[in-house]
Protein backbone atom coordinates (compact mmCIF):
# COMPACT_ATOMS: atom_id res chain seq x y z
CA UNK A 1 0.00 0.00 0.00
CA UNK A 2 1.28 3.06 -0.77
CA UNK A 3 2.00 6.30 1.69
CA UNK A 4 -0.55 8.44 0.04
CA UNK A 5 -3.40 5.85 -0.23
CA UNK A 6 -2.65 5.24 3.99
CA UNK A 7 -3.45 8.84 4.53
CA UNK A 8 -6.50 8.78 2.48
CA UNK A 9 -7.57 5.76 4.30
CA UNK A 10 -6.90 7.53 7.67
CA UNK A 11 -8.79 10.70 6.34
CA UNK A 12 -12.19 8.28 5.60
CA UNK A 13 -12.00 6.95 8.96
CA UNK A 14 -11.11 10.21 11.12
CA UNK A 15 -14.51 11.48 8.88
CA UNK A 16 -16.82 8.28 8.85
CA UNK A 17 -16.05 9.09 12.92
CA UNK A 18 -17.24 12.84 12.43
CA UNK A 19 -20.54 12.06 9.88
CA UNK A 20 -21.81 9.25 12.82
CA UNK A 21 -23.22 12.77 14.46
CA UNK A 22 -24.66 14.36 11.99
CA UNK A 23 -26.32 11.14 10.52
CA UNK A 24 -29.27 10.35 12.99
CA UNK A 25 -30.00 6.42 13.41
CA UNK A 26 -33.83 6.40 12.45
CA UNK A 27 -32.70 7.78 9.39
CA UNK A 28 -29.76 4.88 8.32
CA UNK A 29 -32.25 1.77 9.51
CA UNK A 30 -34.31 0.50 6.89
CA UNK A 31 -37.67 0.94 8.07
CA UNK A 32 -40.16 -1.78 7.94
CA UNK A 33 -42.52 -1.26 5.65
CA UNK A 34 -39.56 -0.41 3.05
CA UNK A 35 -37.87 -3.55 3.96
CA UNK A 36 -41.34 -5.63 3.57
CA UNK A 37 -40.85 -3.64 -0.23
CA UNK A 38 -37.04 -5.14 0.06
CA UNK A 39 -38.00 -8.94 0.62
CA UNK A 40 -40.79 -8.79 -2.02
CA UNK A 41 -38.54 -9.14 -4.50
CA UNK A 42 -38.23 -12.81 -5.78
CA UNK A 43 -35.47 -15.23 -6.65
CA UNK A 44 -37.42 -17.29 -9.12
CA UNK A 45 -38.55 -14.03 -10.76
CA UNK A 46 -35.03 -12.96 -10.95
CA UNK A 47 -34.05 -16.08 -12.21
CA UNK A 48 -36.48 -16.12 -15.12
CA UNK A 49 -35.79 -12.99 -16.18
CA UNK A 50 -31.87 -13.08 -16.26
CA UNK A 51 -32.52 -16.32 -18.16
CA UNK A 52 -35.25 -14.76 -20.63
CA UNK A 53 -32.59 -11.76 -21.52
CA UNK A 54 -29.95 -13.81 -22.29
CA UNK A 55 -31.60 -16.59 -24.03
CA UNK A 56 -30.12 -17.34 -27.35
CA UNK A 57 -32.80 -15.68 -29.16
CA UNK A 58 -32.31 -12.14 -28.11
CA UNK A 59 -28.65 -12.51 -29.61
CA UNK A 60 -26.80 -11.05 -26.90
CA UNK A 61 -28.53 -7.11 -27.11
CA UNK A 62 -26.24 -6.11 -29.52
CA UNK A 63 -26.59 -2.30 -29.39
CA UNK A 64 -28.77 -1.83 -31.78
CA UNK A 65 -30.41 -5.27 -32.90
CA UNK A 66 -33.80 -6.77 -32.31
CA UNK A 67 -32.40 -8.43 -29.71
CA UNK A 68 -32.08 -5.52 -27.67
CA UNK A 69 -35.62 -4.11 -29.12
CA UNK A 70 -37.30 -7.51 -27.53
CA UNK A 71 -35.42 -6.72 -24.27
CA UNK A 72 -35.77 -3.37 -24.20
CA UNK A 73 -40.11 -4.36 -24.91
CA UNK A 74 -39.99 -6.91 -21.93
CA UNK A 75 -38.73 -4.63 -19.75
CA UNK A 76 -41.05 -1.78 -20.62
CA UNK A 77 -44.33 -3.68 -20.70
CA UNK A 78 -43.33 -5.02 -17.06
CA UNK A 79 -42.58 -1.69 -15.99
CA UNK A 80 -46.05 0.12 -17.49
CA UNK A 81 -47.61 -2.51 -15.48
CA UNK A 82 -45.96 -1.65 -12.56
CA UNK A 83 -47.17 1.72 -12.24
CA UNK A 84 -43.49 3.29 -13.20
CA UNK A 85 -43.72 6.60 -15.12
CA UNK A 86 -41.95 6.84 -18.75
CA UNK A 87 -39.25 9.41 -18.94
CA UNK A 88 -38.09 8.89 -22.13
CA UNK A 89 -39.32 10.76 -25.81
CA UNK A 90 -42.26 12.01 -26.27
CA UNK A 91 -44.28 9.96 -23.11
CA UNK A 92 -42.73 6.36 -23.83
CA UNK A 93 -40.13 4.25 -22.31
CA UNK A 94 -37.47 4.98 -24.86
CA UNK A 95 -34.83 7.35 -25.09
CA UNK A 96 -33.17 7.71 -28.43
CA UNK A 97 -30.29 8.92 -30.03
CA UNK A 98 -28.63 9.11 -33.13
CA UNK A 99 -25.96 6.54 -34.40
CA UNK A 100 -24.22 7.57 -37.54
CA UNK A 101 -22.07 4.31 -38.97
CA UNK A 102 -19.64 5.53 -41.49
CA UNK A 103 -17.56 3.24 -43.38
CA UNK A 104 -14.58 3.87 -45.14
CA UNK A 105 -14.18 3.31 -49.08
CA UNK A 106 -11.31 0.44 -48.55
CA UNK A 107 -10.60 -0.12 -52.68
CA UNK A 108 -9.68 3.86 -53.22
CA UNK A 109 -8.12 4.47 -49.61
CA UNK A 110 -5.11 5.19 -50.13
CA UNK A 111 -1.39 7.24 -49.31
CA UNK A 112 0.28 9.01 -52.47
CA UNK A 113 4.06 9.76 -51.73
CA UNK A 114 5.79 11.60 -54.81
CA UNK A 115 4.87 9.53 -57.45
CA UNK A 116 4.18 6.03 -55.36
CA UNK A 117 0.58 5.07 -54.12
CA UNK A 118 0.60 2.99 -51.02
CA UNK A 119 -2.66 0.91 -50.96
CA UNK A 120 -4.70 0.23 -47.40
CA UNK A 121 -4.51 -3.33 -46.51
CA UNK A 122 -0.83 -3.82 -48.22
CA UNK A 123 0.98 -0.50 -47.40
CA UNK A 124 -0.83 1.58 -44.84
CA UNK A 125 -3.99 0.56 -42.82
CA UNK A 126 -6.27 2.64 -41.03
CA UNK A 127 -5.78 3.25 -37.02
CA UNK A 128 -8.60 5.50 -36.52
CA UNK A 129 -11.18 7.35 -39.02
CA UNK A 130 -12.86 10.38 -37.80
CA UNK A 131 -13.41 12.42 -40.95
CA UNK A 132 -12.24 11.94 -44.56
CA UNK A 133 -8.54 12.87 -45.95
CA UNK A 134 -7.64 14.11 -49.14
CA UNK A 135 -4.27 15.96 -50.27
CA UNK A 136 -1.88 17.27 -51.35
CA UNK A 137 -1.05 18.08 -47.57
CA UNK A 138 1.93 19.17 -46.01
CA UNK A 139 3.37 17.05 -43.35
CA UNK A 140 4.77 17.76 -40.13
CA UNK A 141 7.10 15.47 -37.97
CA UNK A 142 5.82 15.49 -34.32
CA UNK A 143 8.19 12.61 -32.54
CA UNK A 144 5.93 10.62 -30.88
CA UNK A 145 3.22 12.89 -30.33
CA UNK A 146 2.53 13.32 -26.37
CA UNK A 147 1.73 16.19 -24.93
CA UNK A 148 3.00 15.73 -21.28
CA UNK A 149 2.41 19.03 -19.25
CA UNK A 150 3.97 17.93 -15.98
CA UNK A 151 7.01 17.01 -17.88
CA UNK A 152 7.06 20.34 -19.90
CA UNK A 153 7.00 17.72 -22.99
CA UNK A 154 5.37 19.35 -25.95
CA UNK A 155 6.26 17.99 -29.51
CA UNK A 156 3.65 20.64 -30.91
CA UNK A 157 5.41 23.73 -29.88
CA UNK A 158 7.24 25.70 -32.18
CA UNK A 159 5.44 24.36 -35.48
CA UNK A 160 1.91 24.62 -36.73
CA UNK A 161 0.32 21.65 -37.73
CA UNK A 162 -3.04 23.37 -38.90
CA UNK A 163 -4.76 21.71 -41.74
CA UNK A 164 -1.34 19.46 -42.27
CA UNK A 165 -1.03 15.89 -41.27
CA UNK A 166 1.52 14.98 -38.66
CA UNK A 167 3.69 12.05 -38.60
CA UNK A 168 4.86 10.74 -35.56
CA UNK A 169 6.16 7.35 -34.12
CA UNK A 170 3.55 5.11 -32.25
CA UNK A 171 0.82 5.46 -31.47
CA UNK A 172 2.54 4.50 -28.43
CA UNK A 173 5.95 5.47 -28.25
CA UNK A 174 7.46 7.62 -25.32
CA UNK A 175 10.29 9.30 -24.73
CA UNK A 176 13.14 7.57 -23.21
CA UNK A 177 12.71 7.30 -19.21
CA UNK A 178 8.88 8.91 -19.37
CA UNK A 179 6.41 7.06 -18.66
CA UNK A 180 2.18 8.00 -18.86
CA UNK A 181 -0.23 6.52 -16.10
CA UNK A 182 -3.30 4.75 -17.45
CA UNK A 183 -5.83 3.56 -15.53
CA UNK A 184 -7.82 1.27 -18.14
CA UNK A 185 -8.13 2.86 -21.40
CA UNK A 186 -8.20 6.40 -19.74
CA UNK A 187 -4.75 8.13 -20.18
CA UNK A 188 -3.68 10.36 -17.14
CA UNK A 189 -2.25 13.56 -17.12
CA UNK A 190 -1.39 13.66 -21.22
CA UNK A 191 -2.51 13.68 -24.41
CA UNK A 192 -2.25 11.28 -26.74
CA UNK A 193 -1.19 11.79 -30.15
CA UNK A 194 -4.93 11.63 -31.32
CA UNK A 195 -5.94 13.73 -28.88
CA UNK A 196 -3.29 16.28 -29.08
CA UNK A 197 -3.03 16.20 -32.98
CA UNK A 198 -7.18 17.00 -33.45
CA UNK A 199 -6.68 19.95 -30.87
CA UNK A 200 -4.38 21.35 -32.20
CA UNK A 201 -6.05 21.34 -35.57
CA UNK A 202 -4.15 18.88 -37.69
CA UNK A 203 -6.19 16.91 -40.38
CA UNK A 204 -4.74 13.18 -40.08
CA UNK A 205 -2.30 11.09 -38.46
CA UNK A 206 0.39 9.16 -40.20
CA UNK A 207 2.39 6.75 -37.46
CA UNK A 208 5.55 5.02 -38.48
CA UNK A 209 4.53 2.26 -37.12
CA UNK A 210 5.56 0.29 -33.52
CA UNK A 211 6.83 -3.14 -34.13
CA UNK A 212 4.00 -4.26 -32.03
CA UNK A 213 1.38 -3.31 -34.94
CA UNK A 214 4.03 -4.28 -37.59
CA UNK A 215 3.98 -8.22 -36.23
CA UNK A 216 -0.07 -8.05 -36.62
CA UNK A 217 -0.31 -6.22 -39.52
CA UNK A 218 -2.69 -9.05 -40.99
CA UNK A 219 -4.91 -8.24 -38.10
CA UNK A 220 -4.54 -4.46 -38.19
CA UNK A 221 -3.92 -4.11 -42.18
CA UNK A 222 -8.23 -4.04 -43.15
CA UNK A 223 -9.37 -2.78 -39.42
CA UNK A 224 -10.67 0.67 -38.52
CA UNK A 225 -12.77 0.74 -41.46
CA UNK A 226 -15.88 1.58 -39.73
CA UNK A 227 -16.61 4.01 -36.96
CA UNK A 228 -19.54 4.11 -35.39
CA UNK A 229 -20.67 7.15 -33.31
CA UNK A 230 -23.24 9.39 -31.38
CA UNK A 231 -24.35 12.47 -33.37
CA UNK A 232 -23.90 15.02 -31.65
CA UNK A 233 -20.84 13.48 -30.29
CA UNK A 234 -20.81 13.88 -26.69
CA UNK A 235 -17.71 14.70 -25.06
CA UNK A 236 -16.00 12.12 -22.80
CA UNK A 237 -12.93 9.85 -22.37
CA UNK A 238 -14.65 7.04 -23.95
CA UNK A 239 -15.53 9.50 -27.50
CA UNK A 240 -14.43 7.76 -30.32
CA UNK A 241 -10.87 8.87 -31.28
CA UNK A 242 -11.27 12.47 -33.00
CA UNK A 243 -8.93 12.23 -35.57
CA UNK A 244 -8.19 9.99 -38.86
CA UNK A 245 -4.82 8.09 -38.86
CA UNK A 246 -2.95 6.01 -41.00
CA UNK A 247 -0.40 2.94 -39.56
CA UNK A 248 2.59 3.15 -42.05
CA UNK A 249 4.24 -0.02 -43.03
CA UNK A 250 8.18 0.23 -43.02
CA UNK A 251 8.34 0.86 -46.91
CA UNK A 252 6.31 4.11 -46.84
CA UNK A 253 7.90 5.59 -43.75
CA UNK A 254 11.25 5.41 -45.94
CA UNK A 255 9.02 7.14 -48.77
CA UNK A 256 7.86 9.48 -46.74
CA UNK A 257 11.57 10.43 -45.57
CA UNK A 258 13.32 10.30 -48.92
CA UNK A 259 15.44 13.38 -49.18
CA UNK A 260 14.26 14.91 -45.49
CA UNK A 261 16.85 15.66 -42.68
CA UNK A 262 15.90 12.62 -41.37
CA UNK A 263 15.87 9.58 -42.76
CA UNK A 264 13.35 6.36 -43.01
CA UNK A 265 15.71 4.01 -41.56
CA UNK A 266 17.12 6.25 -38.93
CA UNK A 267 13.20 7.20 -37.96
CA UNK A 268 12.35 3.50 -37.76
CA UNK A 269 14.95 3.24 -34.99
CA UNK A 270 14.18 6.04 -32.99
CA UNK A 271 11.29 4.86 -30.99
CA UNK A 272 13.93 2.01 -29.90
CA UNK A 273 16.14 4.99 -28.22
CA UNK A 274 13.13 6.92 -26.59
CA UNK A 275 15.47 9.97 -28.05
CA UNK A 276 13.95 12.25 -31.18
CA UNK A 277 15.03 15.10 -33.13
CA UNK A 278 13.58 18.25 -33.24
CA UNK A 279 10.11 18.74 -34.66
CA UNK A 280 10.07 19.96 -38.00
CA UNK A 281 8.05 20.00 -41.37
CA UNK A 282 8.87 17.89 -44.35
CA UNK A 283 9.97 19.80 -47.57
CA UNK A 284 7.23 17.45 -49.61
CA UNK A 285 3.51 17.29 -49.84
CA UNK A 286 1.45 13.82 -49.49
CA UNK A 287 -1.47 13.23 -51.00
CA UNK A 288 -3.59 11.01 -48.31
CA UNK A 289 -7.27 9.28 -49.72
CA UNK A 290 -9.92 8.23 -47.32
CA UNK A 291 -12.97 8.72 -48.62
CA UNK A 292 -16.63 7.31 -47.22
CA UNK A 293 -18.10 4.75 -48.94
CA UNK A 294 -21.70 4.79 -47.18
CA UNK A 295 -23.32 6.14 -44.06
CA UNK A 296 -26.08 4.63 -42.02
CA UNK A 297 -28.11 6.45 -39.54
CA UNK A 298 -29.39 4.35 -36.84
CA UNK A 299 -31.82 5.30 -33.72
CA UNK A 300 -30.56 3.22 -30.47
CA UNK A 301 -32.41 3.84 -27.16
CA UNK A 302 -32.21 3.49 -23.41
CA UNK A 303 -35.22 2.38 -21.49
CA UNK A 304 -35.99 5.26 -18.76
CA UNK A 305 -38.37 5.05 -15.52
CA UNK A 306 -39.56 7.36 -13.36
CA UNK A 307 -41.00 7.62 -9.67
CA UNK A 308 -41.54 11.00 -8.39
CA UNK A 309 -40.12 11.66 -4.48
CA UNK A 310 -42.85 12.21 -1.51
CA UNK A 311 -41.41 14.97 -0.57
CA UNK A 312 -42.67 18.74 -1.58
CA UNK A 313 -39.29 19.94 -2.02
CA UNK A 314 -36.71 17.04 -2.22
CA UNK A 315 -38.48 15.72 -4.83
CA UNK A 316 -36.59 17.98 -7.16
CA UNK A 317 -33.50 15.90 -6.26
CA UNK A 318 -32.99 12.92 -8.13
CA UNK A 319 -30.95 9.80 -7.55
CA UNK A 320 -30.68 7.83 -11.00
CA UNK A 321 -30.08 3.88 -11.00
CA UNK A 322 -28.29 2.52 -14.07
CA UNK A 323 -27.57 -1.24 -15.80
CA UNK A 324 -26.61 -1.51 -19.53
CA UNK A 325 -28.99 -3.73 -21.04
CA UNK A 326 -26.76 -4.45 -23.76
CA UNK A 327 -24.12 -7.04 -24.30
CA UNK A 328 -20.77 -7.37 -25.74
CA UNK A 329 -21.24 -9.66 -29.36
CA UNK A 330 -18.46 -10.85 -30.51
CA UNK A 331 -18.10 -12.15 -33.94
CA UNK A 332 -15.79 -15.41 -33.24
CA UNK A 333 -17.33 -18.81 -32.35
CA UNK A 334 -15.73 -20.93 -29.06
CA UNK A 335 -16.35 -24.25 -28.53
CA UNK A 336 -18.65 -24.60 -31.66
CA UNK A 337 -20.52 -21.91 -29.73
CA UNK A 338 -20.97 -18.45 -31.50
CA UNK A 339 -23.92 -16.67 -29.06
CA UNK A 340 -22.52 -13.94 -26.52
CA UNK A 341 -25.41 -14.40 -24.37
CA UNK A 342 -24.39 -12.15 -22.19
CA UNK A 343 -25.84 -13.03 -19.28
CA UNK A 344 -23.70 -11.74 -16.17
CA UNK A 345 -22.51 -9.08 -18.50
CA UNK A 346 -25.46 -7.36 -17.78
CA UNK A 347 -28.57 -9.36 -18.06
CA UNK A 348 -28.00 -9.99 -14.44
CA UNK A 349 -28.26 -6.29 -13.59
CA UNK A 350 -30.55 -5.69 -15.81
CA UNK A 351 -32.91 -8.10 -14.20
CA UNK A 352 -32.05 -7.00 -10.39
CA UNK A 353 -33.32 -3.53 -11.91
CA UNK A 354 -36.62 -4.52 -13.04
CA UNK A 355 -36.90 -6.18 -9.82
CA UNK A 356 -35.46 -3.21 -7.44
CA UNK A 357 -38.16 -0.58 -9.96
CA UNK A 358 -41.12 -3.04 -9.84
CA UNK A 359 -41.14 -3.15 -5.27
CA UNK A 360 -39.87 0.32 -4.87
CA UNK A 361 -42.88 1.15 -6.89
CA UNK A 362 -45.00 -0.49 -3.69
CA UNK A 363 -42.97 0.78 -1.34
CA UNK A 364 -43.30 4.10 0.52
CA UNK A 365 -42.04 6.63 -1.76
CA UNK A 366 -38.51 7.97 -0.42
CA UNK A 367 -38.68 11.80 -0.59
CA UNK A 368 -36.48 12.05 -3.78
CA UNK A 369 -37.21 11.26 -6.84
CA UNK A 370 -36.02 8.06 -8.67
CA UNK A 371 -35.20 7.37 -12.42
CA UNK A 372 -33.89 3.96 -13.59
CA UNK A 373 -32.05 4.05 -16.27
CA UNK A 374 -31.64 0.55 -19.04
CA UNK A 375 -29.15 1.90 -21.34
CA UNK A 376 -27.79 0.95 -24.45
CA UNK A 377 -24.24 0.76 -26.17
CA UNK A 378 -21.90 0.45 -23.23
CA UNK A 379 -19.97 -2.23 -24.72
CA UNK A 380 -18.90 0.09 -27.70
CA UNK A 381 -18.45 3.61 -26.07
CA UNK A 382 -20.99 4.33 -23.54
CA UNK A 383 -23.11 5.43 -25.66
CA UNK A 384 -26.53 5.36 -24.20
CA UNK A 385 -25.23 6.59 -20.88
CA UNK A 386 -23.41 9.38 -22.94
CA UNK A 387 -26.85 10.65 -24.11
CA UNK A 388 -28.58 10.46 -20.81
CA UNK A 389 -26.30 13.13 -19.60
CA UNK A 390 -26.08 15.15 -22.15
CA UNK A 391 -30.00 15.31 -22.23
CA UNK A 392 -31.34 13.79 -18.96
CA UNK A 393 -34.93 13.90 -18.32
CA UNK A 394 -34.65 15.98 -15.01
CA UNK A 395 -32.01 18.90 -15.06
CA UNK A 396 -28.62 16.96 -14.57
CA UNK A 397 -27.67 19.31 -11.48
CA UNK A 398 -30.53 17.62 -9.82
CA UNK A 399 -29.00 14.65 -9.74
CA UNK A 400 -27.37 14.21 -6.57
CA UNK A 401 -26.24 10.72 -6.85
CA UNK A 402 -25.68 7.28 -9.18
CA UNK A 403 -26.14 4.14 -8.74
CA UNK A 404 -24.47 1.10 -11.24
CA UNK A 405 -25.34 -1.92 -11.50
CA UNK A 406 -23.21 -4.13 -13.33
CA UNK A 407 -22.33 -7.78 -13.65
CA UNK A 408 -23.91 -8.94 -10.02
CA UNK A 409 -24.53 -12.40 -10.92
CA UNK A 410 -21.67 -14.55 -10.13
CA UNK A 411 -20.50 -16.00 -6.51
CA UNK A 412 -17.23 -18.40 -5.80
CA UNK A 413 -20.08 -20.82 -5.23
CA UNK A 414 -20.75 -21.19 -9.15
CA UNK A 415 -17.34 -19.66 -10.38
CA UNK A 416 -14.08 -21.00 -9.92
CA UNK A 417 -11.40 -17.81 -9.24
CA UNK A 418 -9.65 -16.59 -12.14
CA UNK A 419 -6.20 -15.71 -11.13
CA UNK A 420 -6.09 -13.04 -13.74
CA UNK A 421 -8.06 -10.87 -11.93
CA UNK A 422 -9.91 -10.39 -8.84
CA UNK A 423 -11.50 -12.75 -7.24
CA UNK A 424 -15.85 -13.20 -7.59
CA UNK A 425 -17.03 -12.32 -4.46
CA UNK A 426 -18.52 -14.81 -2.16
CA UNK A 427 -22.47 -15.50 -1.53
CA UNK A 428 -23.76 -12.41 0.09
CA UNK A 429 -20.64 -10.23 -0.53
CA UNK A 430 -20.28 -7.30 -3.13
CA UNK A 431 -17.61 -4.91 -4.71
CA UNK A 432 -18.80 -1.90 -4.00
CA UNK A 433 -17.46 1.31 -6.28
CA UNK A 434 -17.10 5.03 -5.44
CA UNK A 435 -18.24 6.11 -1.58
CA UNK A 436 -14.15 5.23 0.12
CA UNK A 437 -13.18 7.25 -2.85
CA UNK A 438 -15.84 10.68 -2.65
CA UNK A 439 -17.58 10.51 -0.01
CA UNK A 440 -17.43 9.37 3.41
CA UNK A 441 -20.83 10.43 4.50
CA UNK A 442 -22.55 8.05 1.45
CA UNK A 443 -20.29 5.28 3.05
CA UNK A 444 -21.37 5.49 6.72
CA UNK A 445 -25.45 5.63 5.53
CA UNK A 446 -25.17 2.90 2.93
CA UNK A 447 -22.84 1.08 5.46
CA UNK A 448 -25.17 1.30 7.93
CA UNK A 449 -28.66 0.47 6.14
CA UNK A 450 -26.61 -2.76 4.97
CA UNK A 451 -26.24 -3.54 8.97
CA UNK A 452 -30.00 -2.98 9.60
CA UNK A 453 -30.90 -5.51 6.65
CA UNK A 454 -29.05 -8.10 5.10
CA UNK A 455 -25.41 -7.36 6.08
CA UNK A 456 -24.15 -7.97 2.78
CA UNK A 457 -20.27 -7.72 2.95
CA UNK A 458 -19.46 -4.28 1.17
CA UNK A 459 -16.04 -5.16 -0.41
CA UNK A 460 -13.87 -2.11 -1.25
CA UNK A 461 -11.01 -3.69 -1.95
CA UNK A 462 -11.62 -2.20 -5.69
CA UNK A 463 -13.25 1.10 -4.00
CA UNK A 464 -9.79 3.43 -4.64
CA UNK A 465 -8.96 6.10 -7.21
CA UNK A 466 -6.02 3.50 -8.51
CA UNK A 467 -8.87 0.88 -9.04
CA UNK A 468 -9.97 0.28 -12.87
CA UNK A 469 -13.49 -0.82 -11.47
CA UNK A 470 -13.46 2.80 -10.40
CA UNK A 471 -13.87 5.11 -12.86
CA UNK A 472 -12.23 4.11 -16.17
CA UNK A 473 -14.10 0.95 -16.79
CA UNK A 474 -17.31 1.63 -15.34
CA UNK A 475 -20.72 2.82 -16.83
CA UNK A 476 -20.63 5.36 -14.24
CA UNK A 477 -17.69 7.37 -15.97
CA UNK A 478 -19.82 9.97 -18.09
CA UNK A 479 -21.83 10.69 -14.67
CA UNK A 480 -18.00 10.73 -12.67
CA UNK A 481 -16.47 13.29 -15.63
CA UNK A 482 -20.07 15.48 -14.38
CA UNK A 483 -18.72 15.40 -10.80
CA UNK A 484 -21.99 13.78 -10.05
CA UNK A 485 -21.42 11.16 -7.08
CA UNK A 486 -21.50 7.44 -7.98
CA UNK A 487 -21.54 4.16 -6.34
CA UNK A 488 -21.00 0.60 -8.65
CA UNK A 489 -21.97 -2.40 -7.47
CA UNK A 490 -20.02 -6.09 -9.02
CA UNK A 491 -19.60 -9.55 -8.29
CA UNK A 492 -16.41 -8.93 -10.09
CA UNK A 493 -14.77 -10.04 -13.38
CA UNK A 494 -14.47 -14.02 -14.17
CA UNK A 495 -13.08 -16.12 -17.11
CA UNK A 496 -16.28 -15.83 -18.99
CA UNK A 497 -16.85 -12.13 -18.94
CA UNK A 498 -17.26 -11.35 -22.93
CA UNK A 499 -17.23 -14.89 -24.48
CA UNK A 500 -19.95 -16.51 -25.22
CA UNK A 501 -19.85 -19.15 -22.21
CA UNK A 502 -21.38 -15.99 -20.59
CA UNK A 503 -24.79 -17.88 -20.19
CA UNK A 504 -27.05 -18.05 -17.27
CA UNK A 505 -26.57 -21.46 -16.09
CA UNK A 506 -23.34 -20.53 -14.58
CA UNK A 507 -25.05 -17.67 -12.26
CA UNK A 508 -26.12 -18.18 -8.91
CA UNK A 509 -29.59 -17.07 -8.51
CA UNK A 510 -29.37 -16.79 -4.38
CA UNK A 511 -26.41 -13.81 -5.08
CA UNK A 512 -28.49 -12.10 -7.35
CA UNK A 513 -31.46 -12.46 -4.67
CA UNK A 514 -28.99 -11.17 -1.97
CA UNK A 515 -27.77 -8.21 -3.95
CA UNK A 516 -31.05 -6.76 -5.63
CA UNK A 517 -32.48 -6.84 -2.17
CA UNK A 518 -29.38 -4.80 -0.65
CA UNK A 519 -29.12 -2.53 -3.80
CA UNK A 520 -33.05 -2.04 -3.06
CA UNK A 521 -31.91 -0.64 -0.08
CA UNK A 522 -29.29 1.63 -0.80
CA UNK A 523 -31.08 2.98 -3.32
CA UNK A 524 -34.26 3.94 -1.30
CA UNK A 525 -31.57 5.14 1.33
CA UNK A 526 -30.23 8.06 -0.94
CA UNK A 527 -33.31 9.06 -2.57
CA UNK A 528 -34.50 9.49 1.13
CA UNK A 529 -31.92 10.76 3.37
CA UNK A 530 -32.69 14.09 4.53
CA UNK A 531 -29.18 15.89 3.85
CA UNK A 532 -28.36 15.74 0.31
CA UNK A 533 -25.80 13.30 -0.79
CA UNK A 534 -22.70 14.86 -2.04
CA UNK A 535 -18.84 14.06 -2.83
CA UNK A 536 -16.84 15.17 0.02
CA UNK A 537 -13.67 14.17 -0.92
CA UNK A 538 -11.17 15.57 -3.29
CA UNK A 539 -12.50 13.80 -7.24
CA UNK A 540 -9.33 11.34 -8.36
CA UNK A 541 -7.02 13.20 -10.52
CA UNK A 542 -8.03 9.95 -12.98
CA UNK A 543 -11.11 11.44 -13.96
CA UNK A 544 -11.46 14.41 -16.47
CA UNK A 545 -13.96 17.01 -16.16
CA UNK A 546 -16.54 17.69 -18.60
CA UNK A 547 -18.80 19.81 -16.77
ZN1 LIG B 1 -20.89 -4.67 -18.15
Redesign the pocket.
Known amino acids: MSPRLRRCLFAAVAAVALAGGSVSARQTALPPAVRAAADGISSEQLAWDVAWLSADAQLGRNTPSPGFDAAADYIAARLARAGLAPAGDAGGFRQHYELHETRVDAESASLTVGDRRFALGRDVALRSFATPLSGPLAVVYVQHGWVIPGRGIDPYAGVDVRGKLVVAHGPRVLPKGVEVGQVGRVVVGAETPFVAAAKRGAAGVLFITQASDLVRWDEVRLAGTVRREMSPEVPSAYAAIPVTSLLMAPQVTDALFAGESLDGQTALRLADRGEFPASFQLKKTVTPHVAVAGRTVMRPFNVVARLDGSDPALKAETVTIAA?LD??VGTRAVDGDAIYN?AD??AS?SAALLAIAEQMAKAPRPKRTIVFVWDSG??QGLWGVRWFVHQPPVPLRSIVAHINV??IGASRVTTPPDPTTKPVTARNEVYVLGPKVLSAKVEALLGSVNDSYLKTRFNHDADTPESEFFYPRT?AGPFLERGILSVGFTTGNHARYHLPSDEARFLDPVQMHFLSRTIFASLWALADVTERPAIDRPMPASVPSYK
Do not use: L, V
Open positions: HGAADNGEEDMD
